[in-house]
């Protein structure tokens, strides 16, 4: 069965500072990978997403993912944050023909002044 | 301005009570989703509609009902044989269930404060 893992539950970085959120994925089959954003007691929103094509994906708020097939993975990086990219990050994937996305359990991103 | 509502934003309930959780889309799409969030746990899927009239078990369906009447509409009731019915609850979105980009757009989400 397919499954994410999201490997940190909490990155807490400098604001300017870069920073990257790790993502891993079990499939044997092909996948369509996102990542999204929640902002404190709202919905989700879409960050990204890789469909296919190019391996390196940007989207919005300067956040970029690069996915990684051999490793499996699709990290988020963003060279240089705001305050107000403190949030929390799912990834999520999605398989041919499925009826539903497969979540992560979420990344708390904190940035510090 | 297409997107989805949910209300309200804030719920307080007795234990022991029914209630309903509203979820309406204007983006004319055929696929619904609703999830609950814990913290630390990220989304569960509770149920899930593909088109009216017809609807499917997520992984946390027990407790928790709903009807897919019409297609802009989603409505999740929380039962009493739900045991832990505290949580914030979001609806979703999507074009279809079964296309491979299945990109969901989320509502704002309900918070469900039992008593």
């Known amino acids: 069965a397919q499954s994410v893992t999201q490997l940190d539950s909490q990155v807490p970085v400098f604001e300017e500072a870069p920073v990257e959120l790790r993502c891993n994925y079990s499939?044997?089959?092909?996948?369509?990978l996102f990542w999204y954003v929640q902002y404190p007691n709202q919905g989700l929103q879409l960050l990204l997403k890789y469909l296919s094509g190019s391996t390196l994906v940007k989207g919005i708020n300067g956040f970029e993912a690069e996915f990684n097939k051999s490793q499996t993975s699709f990290h988020l990086r963003k060279p240089s944050v705001h305050i107000s990219d403190t949030a929390e990050y799912f990834c999520a994937l999605n398989l041919e023909g499925a009826q539903k996305l497969v979540f992560g359990q979420g990344t708390r991103l904190t940035i510090n002044p | 301005d297409g997107g989805i509502t949910q209300s309200p934003k804030y719920l307080f309930r007795k234990e022991g009570q029914n209630v309903t959780l509203s979820c309406e889309q204007n983006?004319?799409?055929?696929?619904m989703y609703w999830y609950r969030q814990d913290p630390g746990q990220g989304l569960r899927l509770i149920y899930y509609?593909?088109?009216?009239?017809?609807?499917q078990k997520g992984d946390i369906a027990e407790g928790y009902s709903v009807s897919r009447e019409k297609k802009e509409s989603f409505p999740l009731t929380v039962t009493s044989a739900q045991k832990n019915p505290t949580a914030f609850y979001l609806c979703?979105?999507?074009?279809?269930?079964?296309?491979?980009?299945?990109?969901?757009?989320f509502g704002p989400g309900t918070r469900l404060t039992v008593l």
């Open positions: 509609s593909q088109i009216v009239n017809d609807f």
């Open positions: 983006l004319n799409h055929d696929a």
């Open positions: 499939s044997s089959v092909s996948v369509y």
């Open positions: 979703a979105s999507s074009e279809i269930a079964g296309g491979p980009y299945n990109e969901q757009f």
